[in-house]
């Protein structure tokens, strides 16, 4: 009797500063915001009525809510896709690219895998500057003094529209390619070396090592990287808010779904269409999470 | 057993080497130019920057690729003090070291429990931790604002916690990074023996005593993974104390460097901000390099769970 008390007892000692914490700052935000997302608050003095599904409405009649849609949906597919195969690539010519038996990395793997991952400890908004230095318009800026140098420039990486979300998916993927490379090699590194070596013993060339043999057994952790990367992709705010021009531009050229709840809710006090915003991006979240779980029941191979 | 597979990998390494020279000679040199190519596009922008660190103002806006006649070590103090880079640094390892001691701690009491004690409700309980993977923070932000603000007028800890407090910053980190703590440190406790807790159990020691002295020793591995995890991912937050944190004095390392591109105008010291973008590149350059091993395992075993 005394036992189960004690046991009762230490339970909730445990449990109650963790939850209580979950429950004021994370829990109870996200169910105002859905309750906010209905009303027509703006300004912190004013008080909030209830409009119903209204700033759902306005949402989908608004031209930038669809542009930063359309931002994130391209990133969704663009981002993953890219990074994955480049991360593919070079996770490969480091562990069994190296010819011969096909087995083992190029000399010097180590000192690769230790640099690509570089970028993956800078912050975001480290890099964001950075590279907005980079992207600098004239011959003041890293990557247009050589082009200009060569008669090319000068390109305006951030101030074109046309150009400038290629310029944030760029610094998207050269920020995380080096995590990926790491995750596949530690993916590869499972993979039993005689795979590989009875592979290229029968004739296997490079090519055919790496669609026969290395991506259908690292299947799971592409998968896995799939849905970080989407995740990192509808996520996405620090790259667009601190390196583009007018934080989303210019003429919302760059702008995603973060960036447009943090305008409205910080900028513009439009607390109740931020928080519609909000529900609509939990929505995609809630979908992308879904249809990759969907997606990826396949039949794993046991090794 | 590493040393095993090391030595082993080390001598496979020179077979395939000695082998490859002999029959693929051209391949691999097009294998070690797209590596270099990767390492160029990497380093390049960083060491760039740190070259600009010491330039004068002109030469900043002069040719990019040109070197300092001079380097502007003085850069450097200007960033410190003017551009308020240490004051900015100090706030980020405050801020950081108490809000990851405490999602560590807080993080493990929850996972331990929900991973071993079965009890009513307790299915709901983690699921309610888990379920926070999958909201967006930017859904909560406003509302999330609201709450810390009337957390400023509870009696007597109010003005610690409320708007504009590091405690109050602190709080909602490790609120935040409950779910995935939580759900990975749970998973490590199921893995984990249960014979030696009951053994201790039997010999007197009481639960919280089993935990702090048996069941947190054993779940190190884990324990270390997800600290670097969350180390990395509170330094590198930059939404919630763009939201939280308004006035200047307070504000972490993110918020200064971001600062840099957007307040700076034609009047901005331009080379101390260069190197202020360095002060903040390089510490973190360094501690990986030195412990790269453990955060790339940590953050790949994080992943992968």
Known sequence: MFNTYRRGLFITAFLAAPVTLYLVYVISP????????????????????FVGLDNFVRLFADGVFWKAVTHNAALLVLLPLITIVIALFFAFLLNVGSGGRGVGGVPGSKFYRVVFFFPQVLA??????????????????????PLMALGLGPVSFLSDPGIAFWSVLGVMVWQAVGFYVVLFSAGLASIPRDMFEAASIDGAGRVSLFFRITLPLLWDTVQVAWVYLGILALDVFAIVWVMTDQQGGPDYSTTVM??????NAFEYFRFGYASALGVVMFFFTIGFAILSLRLSRRERIEY | MTTMTSWTVANSRKAARQERRRRLGPLATLTHLALLLWT??????????????????????GDAWSLPATPRWDNFARAWDQVNIGQYFVNSVIVVAFSVAGTMLLGAMAAYVLARYPFRGNRAVYLLFVSGLAFPVYLALTPLFFVVQNMGSVPLIGPFIGLNTHAGLVLVYIAYSMPFTVFFLAAFFRTLPTAVGEAAMVDGASHTRVFFQIMLPMARPGLISITIFNVLGQWNQYQLPLVLLQERDKWVLTQGIADISTAAGYDADWAALFAALTLAILPMLIVYTVFQRQIQSGLTMGALK
């Open chain 1, 30 to 49: 996200y169910i105002q915001a859905f309750y906010i997302a209905m009303t027509d608050w703006r300004g912190v003095s004013a008080t909030p009525n």
């Open chain 1, 124 to 145: 975001v908004t480290v890099v964001a500057v950075l590279f907005q230095q980079v992207f600098r318009p004239d011959d003041s800026g890293m990557l247009n003094a």
């Open chain 1, 258 to 263: 973060a960036t447009e709840i943090y305008r």
């Open chain 2, 40 to 61: 160029v596009l990497t380093v390049v922008p960083i060491l760039w920057t740190f070259l600009a660190s010491v330039k004068s103002e002109d030469e900043i806006f």
